[in-house]
């Protein structure tokens, strides 16, 4: 073999190694980009560092971006993120993303809020019209459905005599995504004692504990690498959700109240309080094309077609919005794309 073809040999062999090399490089970088996004939660991605000799919480934000590497402490107002001794004073909220900033809020829903879902049950949409959607007791329906992301709701109620219409609550919410469900719902109770733990939490069928001691949440072990957290913001009854990249949820059992029960002309029976849920939503990368009963206030074109101005502005949709179970993406406008394990639930 002459000098020149040799060369040229050694020349082409390191071309192939480099291009190798760079492929495999870019692979890792892709793998590592992949794991990042969406599933780190940008918002929740930081270490907590020591207290301040005032009391107030710091911390070391690792969120990628302008806030990565920056310092946070929570203000005076709201020195800690999980208020203990206080339970009525509100919470630090530290948002690591490009926000980059603390704040201070309630730890529960807020009813007349953006996203909530309370009451009879009655929603404040992203378009901050307020609606009341009935459905029926016993039916389940798309609260929210879009391409990675699908909730469903049960509801329980009642019809008294002479109604011609059910009163109905959401005593449970199936939220879906990746291949996991995780299902919010209340259990059944006859007499309300808030000292009593009538919130129920399963994850992918199986009943999970919350610890109700130091940092008193449950985080998923097998998320697809996608952080979800639950943590109490109350002894019982009360927690906050977070899904990484798609949505957070502040929940909070309540009953009907002997009092409401009057105003109300409900006419409950005596062995049922009827415990249910409220919920107050934060969505993350919503599609414009989002659908169900909540999900579609949020489209950037909608007009809400409630009436305006009287006391009960009713949504109707239900024929659209029906699913067959709890754990069924199925609607005539559910568009969920996810790949739930149904036989696990």
């Known amino acids: 073999m002459d000098g020149r073809r040799y060369s040229f040999l050694l020349v082409a062999l390191a071309l192939v190694f480099i291009s190798m090399g760079a ?43 302008a806030c990565n590497g920056k ?15 206080n339970k009525k004073n509100k919470g630090c909220f530290v948002d690591c993303s490009s926000k980059c900033e603390v704040t201070c809020k309630w730890r529960k829903p807020n009813c007349n809020g953006y996203g909530s879902l309370c009451y009879d049950p009655r929603f404040v949409g992203g378009d901050g019209v307020m609606f009341y959607f009935h459905g029926a007791k ?34 449970a919410l ?21 000292s009593f733990e009538a919130l129920i939490v399963r994850w992918d069928g199986e009943e999970v504990n919350v610890p109700t001691d130091g940092d008193a949440e449950w985080r998923a072990t097998d998320s697809d690498e996608r952080e979800v957290v639950i943590e109490r913001t109350d002894e019982t009854n009360g927690v906050k959700v977070t899904v990484a990249g798609l949505v957070e949820l502040n929940v909070k059992v309540r009953a009907i109240g002997e009092e409401e029960n009057k105003v109300h002309n409900y006419q409950l029976p005596a062995n049922d309080a009827f415990a249910h849920l409220e919920t107050q939503f934060k969505f993350t990368n ?13 489209q950037p074109d909608y007009i809400s077609p409630v009436k305006r101005g009287v006391p ?25 794309k996810g790949q739930v394990d149904f036989a696990s639930i």
């Open 174 to 194: 199936a939220v879906m995504f990746d291949r996991h469900t995780l299902v919010l719902a209340a259990k059944r109770v006859s007499q309300w004692d808030d």
């Open 23 to 65: 492929s495999l490089a870019q692979g890792q970088g892709k793998a590592g980009n992949n794991k990042k996004a969406p599933y780190d939660a940008a918002s929740t991605h930081y270490e907590v560092l020591k207290p301040s000799k005032k009391g107030q919480e710091k911390f070391l934000c690792l969120a990628r971006g």
């Open 71 to 85: 310092h946070l402490t929570c203000p005076s107002q709201c020195p800690e993120r999980k208020p203990k001794k």
């Open 312 to 336: 009960m502005p009713m949504m109707g949709g239900e024929d659209n919005y029906q699913t067959p179970s709890l754990y069924s993406p199925v609607c005539k406008a559910c568009k969920f």
């Open 138 to 171: 016993g039916g389940n329906f798309a609260i929210v459905s879009d391409d990675n992301l699908q909730i469903n709701a049960h509801f329980i109620g009642t019809r008294p005599q002479g109604r011609t219409r059910d009163y109905t609550w959401v005593q």
């Open 286 to 298: 919503l599609t414009d094309l989002v659908e169900g009963v909540l999900g579609k206030t949020y």
